[in-house]
């Protein structure tokens, strides 16, 4: 019997272990759709579509972004911090124009339909100071997408504030 229930502490043990790393830097997947009915402060209504995709590992997270049927031209995608419902502040800039270009090193924002990756380090952290995320501040940014408080969003030309959006969390679900 003691044989058994030490057997049993060990697979308990080791799988506390694997689920806590497993977004903390073990490979935690984040998928999301993005639409414009989760835009914020107006719903949009519109054609466009997209997919945000991510991996967390260790002090990196490496994302896929994609995009179709847009109104609008893209300008710009971010990760922003705010909740459901809620704008926020930039985060991290997944791409950018010509027009609307991110810090060195973004990637630039394809035509609709379109697609983007990348890798998000601290350095790519940007803020929102205004609302308690320093730059460089990555810990801070992994906490508020596990507290779902973060959304990828996609600018358009027709919809500057963004046309669509998706909310980041850390469920096993897609929204």
């Known amino acids: 019997k003691r044989v058994r229930l030490a057997a049993a502490v060990a697979v308990v043990a080791i799988a506390s272990v694997v689920a ?21 402060p107006m719903v949009v209504s ?3 579509e997209g997919k945000f995709e991510a991996k967390v590992r260790g002090d ?13 031209t893209v300008t710009q995608a971010h990760i922003h911090f705010g909740g459901l419902h809620q704008s926020g502040g ?19 924002c394809p035509p609709s339909p379109g697609e ?7 350095e790519d952290v940007i803020g929102p ?15 508020a997408i596990r ?3 973060t959304y990828a969003n996609v600018h358009s030309s027709k919809w500057p ?7 980041l969390n850390d469920d096993r679900d897609d929204d």
């Open 147 to 149: 507290a779902g408080v």
């Open 116 to 122: 983007v990756e990348g890798e998000i380090t601290a």
């Open 20 to 40: 806590t790393t497993a977004f903390a830097g073990g490979g935690r997947e984040i998928r999301e759709e993005l639409t414009g009915y989760e835009e914020d």
């Open 129 to 143: 100071a205004g609302q308690g995320i320093e730059p460089l501040a990555f810990e801070e940014l992994l906490d």
């Open 90 to 108: 930039i985060s991290v800039w997944l791409c950018g124009t010509t027009t609307n270009p991110g810090p060195t090193g973004t990637p630039v």
């Open 46 to 48: 519109t054609e466009g």
């Open 161 to 167: 504030g963004g046309e669509i959006r998706g909310q």
């Open 60 to 72: 990196e997270i490496r994302y896929e972004l994609s995009y179709e049927d847009l109104e609008g």
